[in-house]
């Protein structure tokens, strides 16, 4: 028993492929063929060249208009922090909303690659079965899942591209998510510019405040022993406050209530930072490189004589305890020191408290450092070379790092200050205290470098803020005004142009393909389906080919398209 399809049995048999408008017929070996016109060719080649357009618009979309563009969380118009108060930002576009417009970009381009590959299977198959001939599997797969059985791709060089076209449309289709993931959302807190705020003020000393007063002994505050260990004790809260253990090489930090208001991200200009770097630390390893100094009186002594030339002289502290000593064959203490602006670069001894009773503080010493005993402990030394003063931020590159704290976002350069030598001196006590209780100072167990360095910028950065503020909260026109830029938080777009690229390789690589096609298509085919093809398998007479008495699993009999009022119905014989 053998029944057959009949597509379109009774419409005119005549016609073996698509009609289009305006078409003409020309008769060649008793074979009728059509002269495609040019718009029959534009609709073939149209939904090729949106999803071309589309996929380039896509990326220029994303890496012109969306890498590095900041987009607010939720509402247009967002309100900026100030210690003034509120105050509104412009209009701005928010996150989920550019996430609807990408993924409404992608589902029409995705449409226009549909509305290319489909009509295409009818044209390959034909195609195909013109050339070569195929498989009724093979044509099955074709329609059904858009895919050529693999061996048929070695064949012929032809079918070998026809079928990385459809496979290549297949990942084309499926390759969203690596545009998509190539989208990273990052927290920032962006500085807004341009809006009316008012300056804010950062306690300063730059000697006018003191009038006729030469030395600092002479000072209201700074001569009070009192008010000089309160100076110290607040050194060391303003350390926890703006430092972590990380070491944060080059970063300069001050702590100031005058940014309370601020949001983190905030920049600021024109404000004045206590600098300290350290140039090299030489670790010494000859006996003969220690100082005299030291050893006539021995590394423990040495050490409380530092701290005796202190403002404020602390306990030594235990083992861990890192100390620069200047030279003690000729000491300039505290009270000497003129009312004087100035930097300090200078060559100094550093001891290292590193054994006590042989347990050790640290194992990251070079193996052949020179260790010095003095009764059950050990000590080592170093040269550290350093340069102290302050330094001014300026257009804009200090930001508001912390709750309450501002650090330099670039190099800044090295001035000179009144408080150089007093914080100095005072930073032998804030370095004592800060190891003794283990605050905010990176770790010594592996790094040693790392932990003196990090520790004598923290020193330094307490007593310089802590003096500066309480001195000149005392003092007449001990302060300056600094300009602001508020930050927002917002989420700024990260894009990952290796993924970019790739998808658009990808999506170009299927127009090139489907170019290759439409051409060998032209170049070979005795009847090119070219134009609409919406309706190819209505138009094939296919009654020449026998198949089951229920070839659908519903229906016994064939099914017969017929056109009655120009419509056309089907119906089971």
């Not at 005058?258 to 206590?274: F, K, Q, Y």
């Amino acid at each position: 028993m053998s029944s057959h399809y009949s597509f379109l049995g009774a419409l005119s048999q005549k016609n073996s492929v698509p009609s289009s408008d305006a078409e003409t017929l020309h008769q060649h070996e008793n074979r009728a063929t059509r002269r495609r016109p040019l718009n029959a060719w534009i609709s073939t080649t149209l939904p090729l060249a949106i999803h071309c357009i589309l996929s380039v618009g896509i990326i220029l979309f994303i890496l012109v208009f969306l890498n590095g563009r900041s987009f607010n969380t939720a509402d247009h118009t967002s309100y900026v922090q100030t210690p003034e108060g509120k105050l509104p930002v412009s209009f701005s576009l928010t996150q989920p909303e550019i996430v609807a417009i990408i993924s409404t970009l992608i589902v029409v381009q995705k449409g226009a690659l549909a509305a290319w590959v489909t009509p295409s299977c009818w044209r390959i198959a034909l195609f195909l079965m013109e050339q070569r001939g195929l498989d009724r599997r093979d044509l099955k797969l074709l329609i059904k899942y858009r895919l050529l059985m693999p061996w048929t791709y070695i064949t012929s060089l032809p079918t070998f591209m026809i079928g990385t076209l459809l496979l290549t449309s297949l990942i084309a289709t499926l390759a969203s998510p690596i545009l998509t993931s190539s989208i990273a959302w990052s927290p920032w807190n962006m500085p807004i510019i341009g809006l009316p705020t008012s300056p804010i003020r950062f306690q300063v000393l730059n000697g006018s405040e003191f009038g006729s007063k030469t030395n600092w002994t002479q000072s209201t505050v700074y001569q009070s022993k009192v008010m000089r260990e309160k100076i110290a004790q607040k050194s060391l809260g303003l350390v926890a406050i703006a430092w972590q253990r990380d070491t944060e090489k080059g970063v300069l930090k001050r702590v100031s209530h005058s940014v309370e208001g601020l949001a983190i991200g905030s920049t600021i200009d024109n404000i004045t930072l206590p600098y300290f770097a350290t140039h090299s630390i030489d670790w010494i390893k000859d006996a003969d490189e220690v100082p005299s100094y030291v050893k006539e009186i021995g590394p423990r002594k040495a050490m409380t004589g530092s701290l005796s030339l202190s403002p404020v002289e602390p306990p030594l502290g235990g083992h861990g305890t890192a100390l620069l000593v200047p030279d003690l064959s000729g000491p300039v203490d505290w009270k000497a020191d003129t009312l004087v602006s100035r930097t300090i670069e200078d060559k100094r001894l550093l001891i290292y408290y590193y054994r006590m009773r042989g347990i050790p503080s640290t194992t990251g010493l070079p193996p052949d450092v020179y260790q010095m005993a003095d009764g059950l402990d050990q000590y080592v030394f170093a040269w550290v070379t350093f340069s102290a003063g302050a330094g001014t931020c300026k257009h804009y590159q200090c930001v508001v790092s912390s709750r309450l704290t501002i650090q330099n976002s670039t190099p800044i350069e090295l001035e000179p200050h009144l408080v150089t030598f007093q914080a100095l001196s005072m930073a032998t006590t804030i370095s004592a205290s800060l190891v003794g209780g283990n605050i905010s100072i990176p770790s010594m167990w592996n790094n040693i470098d790392d932990f003196i360095e990090g520790l004598l910028v923290r020193a330094y950065s307490g007593a310089w803020t802590s003096i500066v503020d309480t001195v000149a909260s005392g003092l007449t026109g001990g302060s300056v005004n600094s300009t602001y830029h508020p930050a927002l938080p917002v989420l700024a777009a990260r894009i990952n142009k290796s993924q970019v690229y790739g998808w658009l390789g990808l999506q170009l690589s299927v127009t090139l393909l489907g170019i290759f096609f439409l051409a060998l298509q032209y170049s070979r085919s005795e009847f090119p389906l070219v134009g609409d093809a919406t309706l190819t398998a209505f138009y094939l007479d296919t009654t020449g080919l026998s198949e089951s008495d229920s070839p659908h699993t519903f229906v016994k009999g064939t099914l017969v398209v017929q056109e009655e009022d120009n419509k056309l119905k089907v119906k089971a014989e």
